[in-house]
């Protein structure tokens, strides 16, 4: 550097650059999960530069677009003391004013528009991964500029820039909401790729498929469409959504924690105080109906031993998997809990004693059969093999309270132990008597 006779200064502020770019979290990912994102996000960098090239900026077009910018920033401030919960896709309902950007400006706009919000969040956000956000921005930027570039390019007679009335007004707002859930589709999709790379056993059901988020995303699209037919009314209107759009988002995050409590962080099970009082729930129901009602502690067999040779990387890695495993077995209406470091609780409501022990003979088989590898740390590429004792007992007249059947069943994979491991012992009405398959 120095023969090319650049100031001192210089060459220490480029090799400073140079080891902050090395330090970037993203460097410290799977090379093919790398490759993904840095080549999504490079590759909407590239499409907002160019068609933000080929814009006629004018000033009307520039007010609308700021003051839809300024709506998202002080939506990103009326929210940004509520803590977000870690391991979830994010809600933070930008979009909204994406989509509306999308209709009412030039293509260029819904490229460019999600930068400067990014930017903003990461300067009063800071607590999540950088490259995550920057990623996100990326797949908006693409979804919702694929989408402008169509409404733009549909006639004037069926939508164009203004809804116009009666049913031309009708068709304007059902392509709108068309253009919101192509935008969902499109940015959801790349986000999908990158878990699918990250981790092909993800339960995408459980983020994008359940009831809460299509129910959170269908709000969201109804807000967007909202606010789109609202803008392209009167620009000066827009401030009329942003009541709503906060109170939503603050509403949207506080169930999120609330929801977050009542769950294992390290597995997605219920957690063991949240199990219990579902369970007490569910005990007395079936008390009261007369129904049969079935209770399993699942312990993982040998589990010091691996514990103690593999680290806690691998611990975590082989509870998550058991647990997804329970999870995918049991997909009724089975409450599972963890209840201790390897071992996990199933109530079973409206089984009887035949059923249960089938249930539990097949939890036992399925995890005996699938092998566990490892994903990371100094164990990479280890496989697994582990198996689990099983106890079970049944809601009887010497059982009526949820504390006496934890304890039978306690007993019962007490037994299942003593009888040499990777073993179901159905609990009898009398002690004396064993079960064990």
């Known amino acids: 550097m120095p023969a090319l006779g650049l100031p001192g200064a210089v060459v220490d502020g480029i090799r400073q ?116 956000r920057v990623f996100s921005n990326a797949t908006i930027s693409l979804a919702y500029g694929s989408v402008s570039l ?57 983020m994008f498929g359940n009831r809460e988020a299509i129910t959170s995303d269908l709000i969201e699209l109804s807000l967007a469409v909202s606010l789109s037919l609202v803008v392209s009314i009167s620009a000066l209107l827009m401030t009329l959504a942003l009541p709503s759009v906060v109170l939503y988002r603050r509403y949207l995050m506080n169930s999120q924690l609330v929801a977050q409590a009542r769950i294992d962080a390290k597995t997605g099970l219920l957690n063991a105080g949240t199990w219990q009082s579902e369970a007490e729930v569910e005990l007395l129901r079936a008390r009261r109906g007369h129904t049969p009602l079935a209770l399993a502690m699942v312990n993982i067999d040998h589990f010091k031993d691996v514990d103690d040779m593999a680290g806690q990387l691998v611990h975590d890695q082989l509870i998550r998997d058991i647990a997804g495993m329970l999870k995918d077995q049991l997909p009724g209406d089975e409450l599972i809990g963890r209840f201790g470091s390897e071992e996990f609780v199933i109530l079973l409501p409206q089984t009887g004693r035949d059923e249960a022990q089938r249930i539990s003979e097949r939890l036992r088989d399925h995890i005996a059969a699938e092998p566990i590898a490892i994903e990371s740390g100094s164990q990479e590429g280890f496989v697994f093999r582990l198996t689990v004792s099983i106890g079970v007992a049944v809601l009887n007249e010497s059982r009526r309270a949820l504390a006496e059947l934890i304890g039978a069943a306690d007993t019962a994979l007490g037994q299942a132990k003593s009888t040499g491991w990777n073993k179901v012992y159905v609990l009898p009405d009398g002690l004396d008597g064993s079960e064990t398959s």
């Open 17 to 132: 650059g140079a080891r902050s770019v090395r330090g970037w979290q993203v460097w410290t990912l799977p090379q093919s999960l790398r490759v993904y994102i840095l080549s999504i996000t490079t590759f909407s960098f590239i499409v907002a530069a160019i068609a933000a090239s080929r814009t006629r900026w004018q000033l009307t077009d520039v007010v609308i677009f700021v003051g839809l910018l300024a709506c998202g920033v002080i939506a990103i401030e009326s929210t940004r003391n509520v803590r977000e919960v870690q391991g979830t896709v994010g809600r933070d309902l930008q979009t909204v004013w994406y989509l509306a950007i999308a209709v009412t400006l030039p293509p260029a706009y819904a490229l460019l528009a999600p930068l400067p919000l990014t930017a903003y969040r990461l300067w009063r956000v800071p607590r999540a991964f950088v490259y995550r």
């Open 150 to 206: 169509l409404f733009h390019s549909i006639p004037d007679s069926v939508a164009g820039q203004t809804p116009g009335t009666a049913s031309h007004a009708l068709v304007w707002t059902g392509v709108v909401a068309g253009c919101g859930a192509l935008a969902w589709l499109i940015n959801n999709g790349l986000i999908l790729g990158a878990i699918m790379i990250a981790d092909s056993q993800a339960r995408v059901r459980d």
